[in-house]
């Protein structure tokens, strides 16, 4: 008999093994497209029934994901997502991309990975390759996939291989789609890592092994902390510019311009999404198990936090007031970024909550959220028209979107305070952060 190994080699390299990505969100759902795109057939589970809702009534939830596309999958048995784990029971290949947020407490919250092994050790087959994308701890794989694992009976080598293989898409990012980003691929063992190199290497151009799944671990929270701690020192940057009367952008415009030696962050109101603010504490809260104390993430996070108070304060100064009670603000913008219909940890939302509590009276614009519940309160994206614009004591622009026409908001608002530095000329009713 074929051992296990060959068996699923053999699959992989024919395009014949069936794939079952556990989450289609954000992460899952692209990849699952991209397996499409290469003939494979995907089953995917998800626990929420408005994720596949979505995907069957061709509705888009997930940017850069054409639903028209995921449907035609769909459509001609290629694609079958449901909140079922059964079809587990179908698949070679388990991919799990689900959600990795933090504790109230900021510690690292992985029932979501915890959940979903238990349910693969369930209905898992035999030969099984399992993949863990969800970004994590280090250790999460052999210290907790595994044991799960091998409590249920399942041999390593044998009934299974197991591997991590961080995922570094960025949703909106049109230069950079999944297939054009490098993948980083660990097993627990050779043969677990040269079936997840088989596998990636069929849909991304650039596959990277590492000697372990501890190191393709680190390897994400260390692309994530390198983001969080150089944005905390520009965003310090940026509030020490303002001190000394120096426009901070012209700065980073002209320091770029070295070839060498330095690369540009923006400052901004914060950070939002659910990896920057979050992937970083996963890595702080490890270092403490291990006795270690990690200072710059500390830091940076902190200083990343105080941005949208800084922002409320700038607008403080920027009407001359020390108090906004009744005070008219527009913000521009809510999603934590650009062109993406995503709110998760979104600095817009403490700016607004923290002017809702000062008693100024808040308006938001986002083409791609209608409405929001900030702390309890319902609020409705206004229209941009003159008259509304006009009304305004200050707008903000928070997020900077592409389809909003800032040289009509420039044109009829009183003061706009640009924190994304849209607005590459001097205008006299603009201030930039
Ligand atoms: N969003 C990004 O840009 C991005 C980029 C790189 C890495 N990541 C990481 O990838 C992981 C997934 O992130 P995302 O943005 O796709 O999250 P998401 O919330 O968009 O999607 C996760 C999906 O998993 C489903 N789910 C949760 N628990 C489940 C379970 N036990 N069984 C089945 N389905 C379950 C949820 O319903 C949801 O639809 C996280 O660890 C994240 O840090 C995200």
Known sequence: MADSYRILKGKISG???????????????????????????????DKNPN????????????VDVDPLEVRKFVDRNKFFPQTSPEPIKNADVIIICVPT???KVKTPDISYIIDAVRVIKKFMPVPSLLVLESTTYPGTCRDVVLPILEKGGFKRGKDFFLGFSPERVDPGNKKYPLTKISKVVSGIDHKSLSLIYSLYSLIIKKVKKVSSLETAETVKLLENTFRLVNIGLINEFAM???KLGVNVWEVIDAAKTKPFGFMPFSPGPGIGGHCIPCDPLYLSWKARKVGFKTKMIDLASFVNRYMPKYIVERLKRILGTSSLKGKRILIIGVSYKKDVKDLRESPALDIIEDLQAQEAEVYYYDPYFPYLLVNGINMKSVKLT???LNSMDCAAVITEHSSIDYNFLAGHCRVIFDTRNVYKKKLPNVITL
Request: charged letters at 25%; hydrophobic letters at 45%; proline letters at 6%.
């Open 15 to 45: 395009r014949k093994a069936k794939i079952c990505i556990i989450g289609l969100g954000y992460v899952g759902l692209p990849l699952a497209l991209e397996f499409l795109r290469k003939g494979f057939t995907v089953f995917g589970y």
């Open 51 to 62: 994720r596949i809702e979505y995907i069957l009534k061709k509705q888009p939830y997930i």
């Open 101 to 103: 947020p933090l504790r």
């Open 240 to 242: 020490l510019c303002d």
């Open 386 to 388: 003159a008259k509304i």
